[in-house]
């Protein structure tokens, strides 16, 4: 199992959803060891699951063996691919990491760059190289409050800040 995303409580009941290197997306009750659900990423592999933080929409990121990255929204009940997101590369040698903020952006770490969506728009909205330093493929996480991204460096990490999380840095 490569990765493991929690759902939203549905009637009080906790689920999880798990992707593996194979393609295989599984849905688990939590209070249960077997699964509820088993089918393929509709792109046939999937590296990474990801739920919209309102709990919406579900994102899947990865890089097949092949070398071909993709970033979608999936409708989870009919296992078909909804949107695709344009500005992926294809490459070979590393794994697509991604992150949704509550404002409807998703934040791709590839090429060392930071690539972003408006999860409305499949066109790339911006990149930024944070000037240099990033990974290949670098992970990133955004704050509570959509103030701040942490991306991996080679060395440690950077913070991003729009300008409410440059007066919450000082």
Not at 65 to 74: A, F, K, W
Not at 90 to 97: F, N, P
Not at 121 to 149: H, M, Q, W, Y
């Amino acid at each position: 199992m490569d990765f493991v995303e929690a759902l939203p409580k549905v009637s009080g009941k906790i689920f999880i959803l798990s992707a593996d290197t194979d393609g295989k997306i599984k849905a688990w009750n939590f209070d249960k060891k077997d699964s509820l659900a088993d089918y393929n990423a509709p792109s046939g592999w999937c590296t990474r699951l990801l739920y919209s933080t309102d709990g919406r929409k579900l994102f899947s990121c990865g890089t097949s063996q092949l070398g071909t990255s993709s970033l979608m929204e999936i409708t989870e009940a009919k296992e078909t691919i909804k949107k695709v997101y344009n500005g992926l590369t294809t490459q070979l040698g590393g794994v697509v990491q991604f992150q949704s903020s509550k404002n409807h952006f998703l934040a791709a770490g590839e090429d060392g760059l930071i690539k972003f969506w408006h999860v409305d728009n499949v066109n790339i909205l911006s990149t930024t190289d944070a000037e240099g330093g990033l990974e290949a493929f670098p992970c990133l996480r955004f704050d509570k409050e959509d103030n701040l991204l942490a991306v991996s460096i080679r060395e440690g990490f950077k913070v991003l800040a729009n300008p409410t999380g440059l007066k919450s840095l000082r």
